[in-house]
């Protein structure tokens, strides 16, 4: 029964797509954009068969191959921001919950409209569980977007926070470690050319030193770079971030960011000399997470340390 849905899942989009040799040719563009995926995105998300959900996840993906939509890393721009060859503009990276082919959407058109540069399409550990949007899911359901607004070019998504709990790791390092690789895994096997590692929950500050504070950090950040450089495919190079300051924890200094990245690249060099490292690295200067309510239920006027952002900027 399962491969007669895949089956009629295939045969249904006969006028819009051909299917030869494992590759997905658009013979219907129009077709396609206007009514076809909107059916393919639903059954990619809601279909009742698991291997129907994943066919149609593989045909959305393919059909944005075919039609110039393709995922793609940031770290070439990151790197061009670093040599100060461009500059004067941010890259938005935008979390989406729920309601995801709608959301990314609204986020593309407006995109097309103002003629805009990159945008990111992120989500975390923790949104992945608790809105159960696997990295696959996901990526389909932006891709699909993309093709019916006429998006094309580069996607880029990205793992954001990928986590280490604190609380899981101190039960049991070595299962809380393998969770966050799994998770790289499914998330670059889903497209997912951009990563943001985040084991800052394990910094130590009662430990007397900024490299002893850091040293957890950074060790399982290199690790967990070293095992995303054996697993990009050839010819990419996945955008990697690291973090040396817990939201909601205290400012971040230099002395931390130094400490950290003096102990990554040292790790990183063991693996291998010529390991690509991280692009980006996010600090703490003032802000929690879903902000600080107030009494009288509104939300406290972000405080941040714009000083000890520069300062960090210049060191970084």
Known sequence: MRDDHVAALKEGM?????????????????????TEIVRL???????????VRQ?????????????????????????AMGREAVSGFTVPAINIRALTFDVAQAVLRAAL?????????????????????RPEEYAAAVTAAA???????????????????AKKYAQDPAAEVRAVKDLIWEAIEGGFYNIDIDTSTLVDLSRPTPARQQETNYTLAAELTTMIRDLEPAGITISVGGEIGEVG??????????????????VLRE????????????????????????????????KI????????????
Do not use: C
């Open 305 to 316: 340390d714009f000083d000890t952002l520069a300062e960090l900027s210049r060191a970084a």
């Open 55 to 79: 066919a149609a996840r593989w045909l959305i993906r393919r059909a944005g191959a075919a039609l110039g939509i393709f995922p793609s890393s940031i770290q070439p721009l990151y790197e």
């Open 147 to 165: 093709i019916r607004t006429g998006y094309r070019g580069p996607l880029f998504l990205q793992g954001d926070h990928f986590q280490v709990n």
């Open 113 to 133: 409209a103002g003629r805009v540069g990159p945008v990111l399409f992120e989500i975390a550990r923790s949104e992945i569980d608790y809105t159960r949007q």
């Open 271 to 302: 693996a291998g000399a010529d390991l690509a490292g991280i692009s980006k690295i996010s600090v703490q200067t003032g802000t929690t997470h879903g902000g600080v309510p107030l009494a009288d239920g509104s939300v406290a006027k972000v």
């Open 41 to 51: 995105v639903h059954t990619a998300v809601f279909g009742a068969d698991a291997a």
């Open 249 to 266: 924890g205290k400012n971040s200094t230099v002395e931390e960011l130094r400490a950290f990245m003096d102990g990554y690249r040292s």
């Open 14 to 34: 006969r006028d819009s797509l051909a299917i030869e040799a494992g590759e997905v040719r658009v013979l219907d563009e129009r077709r396609l954009r206007d």
